[in-house]
């Protein structure tokens, strides 16, 4: 689903108030953790790339992935789990096709007039037995989502399951494996969970009453006042947005976008107040408070709750929840009258959530879908239908849906546990962290479940220094990426709170670190955020750990990142190298950016993504941002890659050595013409009048590059080079276009001797020699495909966004048209930015020496692709493709493997590894 908006979690206050009384003086000590098991999942992505002693040699360890996409988005293609897959936890989610789902045919798509009743629903069955006729087999019927979650573990052994339409014919029979060592994630039964749910008001929002509060609970407490008393002085019309009148040269959809962006400020600004208002009453219990909060609710219980849905989704469920609030906290002294008025509202807005949930396949689709639905719809909907349960007829069924989608699709759609963002660690995380922590609270002081317990948000602790490391620009991926220099104020409290409850010092280290805390003191939130989870907080003392033992790099697998440094806690001595090739495809807030790689350097951005975003339906961003051409990937005759699900990339390989670090990329499917599932960006697009073969989209037959192979080599050489070695194939002669961009202070030019590529930032220096199988021509330009302009932030009352006056963009392209091309980049970084490069060269074998290392990428189209890179100081060796002999590699068990050998790990072999979606 497409995101229009930007997302604002500075003004969504708090809402859940579970508390008990507490007492909270000092700090409290962790229990000894040991860095190899905080780091235990990272260790475990890694191993899975090498192949084990006792695994059979079988051909050259070369796989291929052609289905349309590895995650769908909408309805499913494929049932899961089945034999091979791999489990992330143990109740594995049992997920099928939708049986009468229908893809969106226009944009934005037609609301469903189905109600939840008129949806189909679904038998299953599980057992032990093949053909599930003993009677230990567990049948459940009536299921309203293609999907089934057992919430109690599964014992260890063989299971068999099916499904089918209520009534009809049975699936086949699946089987699946469940192994002693998958994650326990357990839950109670949603009768259990239901039972638990109080049936006296408050039901949630109870008295505030924290005796001996810590520094920062008084602080908030004072806050709550301090905003109550303000609101009381406040009328409706006090809350109007000012902005600068919109021009009458804006189009339909510029025009549109600044009046949502005016109802979001002005409604969300009154459920607001009317938050801290009752929030002030639970405090102090002085009437005037609820009052006015009451007066402000009965407003927003006036106006049209299904219009504000359309325009606004974020606005209405946010209205939903603040009258749930009012209705749970005050149900006593709310006359009947406007109880129904609250009844309505809240009725018409969760129907049309619900609803939506259901006809988008939320229950069973993969990816980050609906990612509106997990960032703050979830969380209000859930809270209203908890606080309507025996008031509203459909409350009880609300419960049970939301309850089982929580748990079965969060986070990261419920199909990933390695703890990173595919639509951007930088940028959209960040969106979704206040509403992880509401729910982590919600689901412990209600159901007693510790949804931090999933595996994902164990590696999430740790992969949020690397994903962004301290005092640094972060991995540069997806939406968000401009914004390098500006930390997102959440951050470090979500990083904080993941430390706390998972026991990771690693984590609270980090969040200490980024904040510039001394780690003797009580940490201190800064900036507001996660006032629900401080009010009821007792921090524990971080525990000492040897810091220089941690990985310095780190892989991804089921999103598709890896993440290489070389002292990733230091950002002035360290080089990160990111990389991106992901299964969940080019959808939302993702990039067309599969095989790209960032460098930041000392902390700044050296090789970056360039452009911006002003909204997803901007000209600028559509074609300069999100595309191809602004991202250190390749453009095949200029097209990008779809803006669709479809178009995916993956990583094969991985090895981590001691001075090199190896990742490949597969972005063979990854140029695809937009289908069914971009319906959005192709209605938009055509909107901005772009959608055509010149701005570099596949729309027809002809346009299509017909891209069979794009594997992408790279490979960091301790302390300051980066090789990158490209494999490319099509089945018709093209263009290929390697790439590599930058912002402003990047500061590019081409030297004019041998047509390298230059770099001279304010603190690092780089030189870039691109050598390929068939001439090209090189060429730099520092101006944008498309000129920004901030035609929104002024018209909605924000100042309007600064642009670097020019950012760069180099391209090595093929002279004459070619079916099949081979790059070799090596890029090297000046320690010392005094413009102090090694001039490479191959020689006559195709050796390239820089520094301590022996660099050969074989060019020669007649000749299978291979890399070798020796270390000649250490002694450490990286090779794939053809042994050709060599004596180093007899230990290989498949012939076209990548190999790295030193004297630390040994020997290290790496073959193919399919994304977790696919069986082996």
Known sequence: ML????????????????????????????AQTTLGQIFKGFNQFSEVYKVKSNETSNGDGNKTLSINAVRQQGNREFPYPTKGHQLIANPPIFTWPMADFEYPKTFPEEPSEKKLNEYKRYDFQLGQTKDLSSKTTLSVTGLRMPFYNNHKALAPGTWYWRYRTAGGKWSETYEIEILSIVPKFESPKENEALA???????????????????????????????????ALKKQIEDYKVKGEPIPSTATKQERDQIMKFRLRYEVEAIDANIENLLMAYEINHDEKYLKKALTMANYIASLNGAEMYEKSDFSASKSMSTLAMAYDIAYNKISAEDKKKFEKFISIVANLILSEAVHENIGSADGLLAEHFFQHTFHDAFVASLVMKDHLADAKIWVGMLYDIWLSRSPAGGFASDGVWANGNMGYLHVSMESMVNNFLLFRDLFGVNTFSHPWFSNCANALAYTLPIKSAGDGFADGSEEWDQLNKLRTGFAYILGQELNNPFAINYAYKLSDQSLDSVYQFKNGGFLEYRLQHQPKKIAPLNWNKIPQSAVFPESGMAMINTNVLDANKNLFLSFYSSPFGVGSHAMAEHNSFNIVYKGKPLFYPTGYRITTQDK????????????????????????????????PRYLDGESMTYIMGDASNAYKKIDSLGINWITVLKNANVYDAKNGFIVNEEDDPKVSKFRRHLVLLRPNIVVVYDELEAKKPVNWTFQLNGLQRANMTLNPKDQSLIANSDNADASVHVFSSIPTNKTLVDSSYVKPFDWLNPQRGRPAKKFDKQQFHFKAENTEKSKEMRFLAVIQIDESNSLSFINIQPDSKGNIVV????????????????????NKANGEYLLYGPSNDSSKTKARKFSLSTVLINKTKGFQESIDRYPMMVPE
């Open 620 to 651: 600028h961003y559509l074609v300069a941002q999100k595309h191809s051409r602004a991202r250190n990937t390749i453009t095949v005759d200029g097209k990008t890659q779809g803006y669709t699900q479809s178009a995916y990339g993956w990583i």
């Open 851 to 870: 520094g301590d290392y022996i660099i050969n990428g074989q060019l020669n189209l007649d000749q299978t692709a291979r890399l070798e890179i020796e």
């Open 196 to 230: 638990k749910i109080p049936a006296q008001h408050p039901r949630i929002f109870k008295p505030l009453n924290i005796k001996n509060p810590t520094e920062d609970q008084k602080t908030l407490i004072a806050q709550y006042k301090s905003k109550a008393d303000a």
């Open 3 to 30: 995101n229009l908006s930007q997302h604002l979690t500075q003004n969504r206050t708090i809402k859940i108030i579970l508390l008990l009384t507490i007492s909270l003086s000092v700090q409290t000590t962790f």
